[in-house]
């Protein structure tokens, strides 16, 4: 846990340097595939020291996540299984070294795609499951590419610009609020629509 702690110190204290943006991009790229700590708290930190570049701020996470997310995808795609299907060197890496990332859970994504397919993968997008996890056995279940694009940027954007445009709109006062409840507004939302898809579907 004090790893974890520095790691996150370290993250924001990007947010005082000239070099934040790009910092964003880099931190929502590697957390698409590989970093533990998500780029919100570091594109909050942004937002605050300059409300009226928030949505900028989240267009450029937005591209950083998206782009690690594609590399994810092909990291699992070419990289995840030998030629006997067994896991390779740096399956085995990542399952013994990357945060968050077990077989177990490798195998739940499995059985959860066979399921909600698209859904699976913009909840992970958009709630606190870990979306490495996602983006990477996306690519070693051969998850269709169109979909897992078209889930990743919807999900990852609804998530980025819900944060630029709280803060834009109500100021540091209720960044507080963010910290404490994102986590579950973030499911709540994705309940109420996933729940209206289904309403949609069944009516017409």
């Given amino acids: ?9 370290w993250v924001l204290h990007w947010a005082n340097t000239p070099y934040g943006p790009a910092a ?3 931190l929502a790229f590697a957390e698409a595939s590989f970093f533990p700590i998500p780029p919100d708290a570091l594109l909050i930190a942004l937002i605050l020291g300059s409300t009226k570049k928030a949505f900028k701020f989240a267009a450029i996470c937005l591209a950083g996540s998206v782009t690690g997310a594609v590399v994810g995808y092909l990291i699992g795609h070419f990289l995840w299984w ?19 990332f ?6 739940d994504i499995q059985e959860l795609y066979n399921k909600y397919d ?24 051969h998850i269709n590419m169109a979909m897992f694009l078209f889930a990743s ?15 834009w709109k109500f100021g540091p006062q209720i960044k507080s609020f963010i910290d404490k409840y994102f986590n579950w507004l973030a499911i709540v939302f994705t309940i109420l629509l996933i729940g209206g898809f289904v ?5 017409f």
């Fill in 82 to 100: 030998t030629a006997a299907n067994e896991f390779t060197a740096i399956a085995q890496f990542f399952f013994n070294n990357i945060p968050g």
């Fill in 102 to 107: 077990t077989t177990e859970q490798f195998y």
């Fill in 1 to 9: 846990m004090k790893f974890i702690r520095k790691l996150y110190d």
């Fill in 199 to 203: 309403i949609l579907n069944y009516l």
């Fill in 24 to 26: 964003l991009f880099i």
């Fill in 118 to 141: 698209f859904w699976i993968i913009f909840t992970a997008g958009f709630t606190p499951l870990p979306y490495k996890v996602i983006t990477i056995s996306s690519g070693a279940f």
């Fill in 153 to 167: 940027i919807i999900s990852r954007g609804a998530r980025f610009f819900l944060v630029a445009g709280l803060i």
